[in-house]
Structures are given as C-alpha cells and as structure tokens.
C-alpha cells in the first residue's frame, strides 16, 4: 500500500519511520509484519545462524538499496562482514523474505528479482502458515523438498526444525 505523496530517497533516508516503509520510486510501501507467527519465524532464523554462524551477522530489516530509487527491508539479511555504510548498498550474502498472510505474490516476486539483480546470490522464502521454504534462483521459486535449507560457499545451513521451532 502506497502511504502519502512522492518523496526523494534523500527525505526517505534521513526519516524515521514505525514501523519501517520501504521506498520504491519514490512512494513509501507499507509491509505486512508484526504478527506473532512472522515475528517468531524471523527470531527463530537470526539465533540459529547466529548460534550455529557466529563470524556472520544475520540482522532483522536492515535497508538494502535495490535500485538507484529503492530500498527494501528483507525480513533477514545475512552478511559475512559487517556494512561500511548505514545502509546496505552492496548485495547480502543471503536475503530472507517471510510471508504474512497479507502478502501479494505479484509484490514479492519483485522484491525477490531486485534481490537476484542486485547480486544477492541466496534468497529463501519462508511460508510459516503451510510450514513451506523456498529458494530463488534464476527467476524461480522452487520449493525446498528436504529438512535442511542452506546457501551455496560459504555454506550456511538450517533445518526446518530450527525455522519453525515452537509454531
């Protein structure tokens, strides 16, 4: 949902938004977060990596520049170092989108190719209502048939258990 007039990115940046908006040309995208279940999810996936992954930093909404005029929040970004600037502006090493009942599939498919555009070489999606994940690759969302979803070198791994745990 668009909330408002068109602003610069200098204006969006320099704002504090509650919750958080991204910015897609210049309109403010309002997100569907903040239930029980998506916020579990997400907890559930920065402690497993943090735990299992302690040299990566896997953090909640950090705003990534996808295009000159956008910036998204993924649910996770994991990086192998820390950013050199406030706002991610250079790809992740793996971006996590976790659905919410509410989510378009048209709108996540394209957050999904401004990641791969940008060079995020890992994108998981995570279903937490039909307790499905996903990867996307190649303009493709194939379902992750097996226990354990994990990235290409270096590889990070998790199980659905650790996803899911207490859903």
Not at 28 to 41: F, K, M, Q, T
Not at 100 to 125: C, F, H, Q
Not at 137 to 145: H, I, M, Y
Request: net charge negative.
């Amino acid at each position: 949902m668009a909330a408002g007039t068109l602003i610069s990115v200098e204006e969006y940046l320099k704002t504090s938004y509650d919750p958080d908006v991204e910015y897609v040309d210049g309109v403010l995208l309002e997100r569907n977060v903040g239930d029980w279940l998506h916020c579990l999810i997400q907890r559930n996936i920065i402690l497993a990596l943090s735990r299992r992954y302690p040299d990566i930093f896997a953090v909640p909404e950090l705003r990534s520049q996808t295009r000159t005029t956008r910036y998204r929040l993924p649910d996770v970004s994991v990086l192998l170092a820390a950013p050199q600037t406030k706002y991610l502006l250079e790809a992740a090493f793996l971006a996590i989108e976790i659905l919410s009942e509410d989510d378009s599939m048209s709108r996540m498919i394209e957050k999904l190719k401004e990641y791969a555009a940008t060079g995020v070489p890992n994108i998981w999606v995570i279903d937490p209502r039909l307790r499905q994940v996903f990867t996307f690759q190649g303009n493709t969302l194939q379902e992750v048939p097996g226990d354990v979803i994990a990235t290409g070198d270096p590889r990070l791994e998790l199980t659905r258990e650790e996803v899911f745990q207490h859903c």
